[in-house]
Nanobody
Framework: QVQLVESGGGLVQTGGSLRLSCSAS????????TGWFRQAPGKERDFVAA???????RLEDSVKGRFTISKNNAKNTVYLQMNSLRPEDTAVYYC???????????????????WGQGTQVTVSS
């Protein structure tokens, strides 16, 4: 199974930026999808963004224009660049991976079989 490790969370003011990294160890398939989810206190874990091994991308509507997702295949790392951060972006951010979706990108957490430990992002107003 693929092991995922996040880094890059922290405290930032409204309008600031952070870059999260997700490093994968273990063999990933050619159809592998790496995604980011977030969970605020008392709320469900929500989809944020994901990228397929082939490069196609899906972003949740509320982060379009502010967040970008990219990958460095040589480093086996996926990045989530977060700009124009808002207090409502405050959450624990989780990296997740799946080989269960041969086409498209799922926003359903239940389809992702590998998860990182999470990294806290706090946006102060």
């Amino acid at each position: 199974q693929v092991q995922l490790v996040e880094s890059g969370g922290g405290l930032v003011q409204t309008g600031g930026s952070l870059r999260l990294s997700c490093s994968a160890s273990g063999r990933t398939s050619t159809n592998y999808v790496t995604g980011w989810f977030r969970q605020a206190p008392g709320k469900e874990r929500d989809f944020v963004a994901a990228i397929r091994s082939g490069g196609s991308i899906r972003l949740e509507d509320s982060v379009k224009g502010r967040f970008t997702i990219s990958k460095n295949n040589a480093k086996n790392t996926v990045y989530l660049q977060m700009n124009s951060l808002r207090p409502e972006d405050t959450a624990v951010y989780y990296c997740a991976g799946t080989a269960r979706t041969p086409v498209g990108i799922s926003a359903s957490a239940s389809l992702y079989e590998s998860w990182g430990q999470g990294t806290q992002v706090t946006v102060s107003s």
